[in-house]
């Protein structure tokens, strides 16, 4: 499928502008770099984003995503971190403090860091969770139905998306339930420092990531001195036996609350809106059950837009010659919406089947290591939307968050349906 007539990106248009994504995911856009300059420079104001350059090269096409993705010799996550756009106001060494997350690692340190955390997410450890999470899943449908307004109305982000992806990070790591509430805000006031309505500043921002880092370290604490049957024992009880020390695990749970929780409950939250659009797919949904639909869900939310690598050596890529040091925005809502892999990317379509999409990141050592549990935590809900809400419609236009590399839904107003007997 070609588009010849597409405009290219006018001119000072920038991707991680997030006054573009407050108001949509710029797909014309993609497409028409897709075409013409899959590799295109976008420059910024020095400083803008946080970094003392002057943009970046947007890399637009499948195949040169994954290409990026999966060469960390030539391209760094370490460099300047995986986040592409800062708060101007940020410093320099608010930016280092960062690379001591896993997301923000490159090999050796990656993998000694991965090798160890990864035990929690084995198909044995997802798989044991399953029961659990099916319960809950039903009851956060039941809830929410019980505290629906008088018109039937309720928001579907705080009273179904939020909830599962919470619950599941809590089960996982051991966190009393009632402590969900405080992931929910410090991760909040971490991503969402873009948003005028959450009035949140950097500082806010940092100090939500320490309250985070203090939360679990005190927690590996307690399993040091107790051992219990849960993945934090796992992961530092023997810290000379290759486990995490304690301000390790601590940073690995501020990547948990934003990577497995923004971005799955940003999953749920679009693919709500996406069936309610689309009555057919619901329909079909409601019919059969496909376990393709996980998959569809991602590739259609993209809840991360992108990430950043730095150029460790001059490198040639799509045509374009990037020097050593350029920063390079990989955009996985271009990628996924890339008519040479996907079949009318345009279309919603829940029996999609190959979905190579790269919402899981592009491959390579980043690759989502909680892919298993969020495509679990996506398909238990919507059985248990489709179970217990199957008349269920929309009652409002998605409210957007204000984000630079977040395809975030804050509000998504719903309203009951007829039940079934």
């Not at 006031?189 to 949140?200: H, L, Q, V, W």
């Not at 000379?240 to 948990?256: K, M, P």
């Amino acid at each position: 499928m070609t588009c010849p007539h597409l405009p290219s990106p006018p001119e000072g248009f920038d991707f991680t502008d997030p006054d573009v994504l407050h108001a949509r995911v710029p797909l014309p856009e993609f497409a028409a770099l897709r075409q013409t300059s899959p590799v295109w420079w976008c420059a910024q104001p020095r400083g803008i984003s946080g970094f003392d350059d002057e943009g970046y090269w947007a890399v637009t096409r499948h195949a040169d995503v994954k290409h990026v993705s999966t060469h960390p010799e030539l391209f760094s996550s370490n460099t300047n971190t995986a986040i592409i756009r800062f708060n101007e106001t940020i410093s320099r060494d608010r930016i280092d403090a960062q690379k001591l997350i896993m997301l923000n690692m490159d090999p050796p340190e990656h993998t000694r860091v991965r090798q160890i955390v990864q035990r929690g997410f084995t198909p044995r450890a997802i798989r044991s969770l399953e029961n659990a999470l099916r319960d809950r899943a039903r009851s956060i449908v039941e809830t929410a139905i019980a505290h629906a307004g008088d018109d039937g109305s309720f928001d579907f982000v705080t009273n179904i998306a939020v909830e599962l992806p919470l619950q599941a990070i809590a089960e996982l790591i051991g966190v009393p339930q009632d402590d969900r509430v405080k992931l929910f805000d410090w991760s909040n006031k971490m991503a969402g420092y873009d948003d005028p309505e959450y009035a949140i500043t950097e500082e806010a921002g940092t100090e939500a990531a320490m309250e985070i880092v203090s939360y679990a370290m005190d927690l590996a604490a307690a399993r040091k001195e107790c051992p219990a049957r849960d993945i934090v024992s796992q992961l530092v009880a023997a810290e000379d036996e290759g486990n995490l020390a304690g301000d390790e695990f601590g940073f690995f749970v501020i990547l948990l609350a934003v990577a497995g929780n923004e971005t799955t409950r940003n999953a749920i939250s679009h693919g709500m809106h996406a069936f309610l659009t689309h009555p057919e797919q619901w329909d079909l949904y409601q019919r059969e059950r496909p376990r393709t639909a996980a998959e569809e869900i991602v590739r259609w939310a993209t809840p991360v837009v992108s990430f950043q690598r730095t150029a460790t050596q001059d490198v040639e890529l799509g045509g374009q010659k990037i020097k050593a040091g350029d920063r390079v925005g990989i955009f996985y809502s271009s990628a996924n919406n890339d008519p040479e892999v996907f079949d009318h990317p345009e279309r919603f379509d829940i029996t999609r089947d190959p979905n190579p999409h790269l919402g899981f990141g592009g491959g390579g050592p980043h690759f989502c290591l909680g892919k298993s549990l969020a495509v679990l935590e996506i398909d238990l809900i919507f059985n248990a939307i489709a179970d217990g809400l199957p008349g269920l419609r929309l009652a409002g236009e998605p409210r957007r968050l204000r984000a630079a590399w977040l395809n975030g839904i804050k509000e998504l107003q719903v309203g009951l349906g007829p039940r079934t007997p």
